[in-house]
C-alpha cells in the first residue's frame, strides 16, 4: 500500500490549494480515505474523510472552505482548500486503514503566509 501526498506549498491568506494523494496497493475505491493536518508544536487533527460512499466529513474550522473528494479511476483522492487562513499552515498527510494496519503519506506543507 501507498500513499503519495502531493500539492502543498506557500500561499497568501485568502488563496486556495489542491492537494492530491495517489494511491496504490488496495482497492482504492471501497476504502474511506482521511486527510490530516499537523502545525508545529500542535497535535495532528482529523480535518477531512471521505467514504466509499462518497460521504464526507468535515474538521468545524474548515467547514465550507475545504472540499475533499476522490476520483477512482485515477485512484486519488483531493482535498480542495479555499480561503485559506495562517491557521491553516501544517504538513498534511493523508492515510487509510487496510486489512486492519493504517497506512500513512508522506505529507505535504502548506504554508499560508503574506
Known amino acids: 500500500v501507498q500513499l503519495q501526498a502531493s500539492g502543498g506549498g506557500l500561499v497568501q491568506p485568502g488563496g486556495s490549494l489542491r492537494l492530491s494523494c495517489k494511491a496504490s496497493g488496495f482497492n482504492f475505491s471501497t476504502n474511506t480515505v482521511n486527510w490530516y493536518r499537523q502545525a508545529p508544536g500542535k497535535q495532528r487533527e482529523l480535518v477531512a474523510t471521505?467514504?466509499?460512499?462518497?460521504?464526507?466529513d468535515y474538521l468545524d474550522s474548515v467547514k465550507g472552505r475545504f472540499t475533499i473528494s476522490r476520483d477512482n479511476v485515477r485512484r486519488t483522492v483531493y482535498l480542495q482548500m479555499n480561503s485559506l487562513k495562517p491557521e491553516d499552515t501544517a504538513v498534511y498527510h493523508c492515510?487509510?486503514?487496510?486489512?486492519?494496519?493504517?497506512?500513512w503519506g508522506q505529507g505535504t506543507l502548506v504554508t499560508v503566509s503574506s
Open positions: 492515510n487509510t486503514d487496510f486489512r486492519a494496519r493504517t497506512y
Open positions: 471521505i467514504r466509499s460512499s462518497g460521504s464526507t
